[in-house]
């Protein structure tokens, strides 16, 4: 079996410094106040009636 030299890697993309969309002072107090979406885990399931 004849093992061939594997093609170098690309380089990795480099990662932007700066986010892709700025938010303005605003927006980013807004989202500060804002609660985190809950996960599955924490949502509390739907009481079910015993009826």
């Given at each position: 079996?004849?093992?061939?030299r594997t093609p170098p890697r690309p380089e ?40």
């Amino acid at each position: 079996m004849i093992h061939t030299r594997t093609p170098p890697r690309p380089e990795p993309l480099a990662t932007p410094r700066r986010p892709a969309r700025a938010l303005s002072s605003e927006t980013r107090d807004v989202a500060a106040e804002e609660e985190p979406p809950k996960t599955a885990a924490e949502t509390p399931e739907p009481a079910t009636s015993g009826i």
